[in-house]
């Protein structure tokens, strides 16, 4: 027998167990099936956990220069164990307190891996979900709408496969209870640079390797440009418009011998973070007729897939991999289930964020992409050195960038690289989601001593008349 669900979710990430929520907000009978743990790659391998580990190795920096502010706290150590246990108890938590949300919300949570039957003598349809437990028993759901939210997994570097001991990804090195005492990290994007940021910090010797030439290649080139300034400075080791050669590399029990370009790096293990492949094999997808290029789902701007009443999200189709993108899709796929007909999610405004010291958040156009747009444009920086509470805080590297219209003042794009850049960006996204001028912004009187002060610095220098500069 098949249980039947009005909605059914295949995958308990951010993406998945929002949506989830969501419809059993509109009094749905939901199920969402999960084959690892509720919370997904987002609380499990990626935002939370990486999160917990930066604030750890940040509190073992502002303790070691805590004499600064006339804190003498003596010889200062770091125990990876006891970070690794902080972070255990923190996501075991959150764990929970999603668990909680599905029981609150009646979500009958089924635990094993989905795969979608075809047409059965359930349902002239597609769409019947076989679960397949740990024991290898098998329960079959019968779903009017299905949503798939299966996320992504860590893309391999060609010729040199993960073997998890050397050739690691984020989740093998986020289980570290030793620290290495040297890392090569290949891939100079947002997780490269997050891991960069944390072991260089814990006394790591890193090596951040990028084949392009530039550190967060999204990013506007001024944000780029300051993050590699600043991961020098701090001791990491950029190398850029290099490739890894597999083949000239050799891994052995206890070391790695990278080549890259001309050079051999010697290293106690090697990161991989070149991306993240959409996580769609073995899910039964051949026996629908859902489109899928490179692995990734092929969705309309309501996320509903050729089969009309089968939709996917978050990182399986392969929009932005953000954990606030998944759950906004979430909403959005459920929204038109319920027949809402809600306005398309608007990508350009989303906020990116980069957690590392120092911190980055964008939202909307570069200078460079608004000028590929069309746009003339003008801009106004300012830098946190300017401000007391910057100073305060011991942060003072970084600036605020306004990227606006020159006709219509309008802006276009916001740029943080320095402290709470990933706080301070929601300013920012407001500012454009109401199409406010840089003028605007201006005007806002904004609190002293705050660091929120560079928006109306950089606002005001749009037009070249910044206060304190
Ligand atoms: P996932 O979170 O990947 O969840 C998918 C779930 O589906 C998993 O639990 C999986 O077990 C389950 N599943 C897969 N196949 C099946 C199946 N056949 N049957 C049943 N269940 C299945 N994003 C941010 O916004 N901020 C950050 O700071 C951030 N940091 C990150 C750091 C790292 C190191 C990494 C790797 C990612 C980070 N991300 C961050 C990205 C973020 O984690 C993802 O974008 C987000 O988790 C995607 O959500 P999702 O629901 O699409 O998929």
Redesign the pocket.
Known sequence: MAREFEIVV????????VAAIKAAQAGKTVAI???????????????I???ALLKAAHVYQTAKHGSTYGVETGSVSFNMERAQSFKRDLVAGLEKGIEHLMKQGKIEVFR????ILGPSIFSPQPGTVA?EDESGESELILPNQLII????I?RELPGLPFDHTRILN??DL?QFEQLPESIAIVGGG??GV??ASMLIDLDVAVTLIEVGERLLPLEDKAVSREVERLLKKRGVRVLKNVTVDPERTEVATDAVSLAVGEEMISVECVLV?VG?VA?TE??GLQNTSIVVENGVIQVDEQYRTKERHIFA????IGKL???????AE?VKAVETILGHEPTPLDYALIPR?V?GVPEVASVGMTEEGAKAAGHEVKTGTYRFNGLGKARIEGQADGFVKLVSDKTTDDLLGVHIVGPKATELITEGGLALVLNATAWEMGQLVHPHPALSEAFQEAALAVDGLPIHA
């Open positions: 295949i995958g308990g990430g951010p993406g998945g167990y099936v999960e084959a690892e743990k509720l919370g997904g790659t987002c609380l499990h391998k990626g935002c956990p990486t999160k094993g891996k989905a795969s679960v939210a299966t996320g992504s860590p984020s989740d986020l947002v997780i997050e891991w973070s993240r996580n073995h899910l999200i978050g990182d399986c991999q953000l954990a606030h993108v998944a759950s979430g964020c957690y």
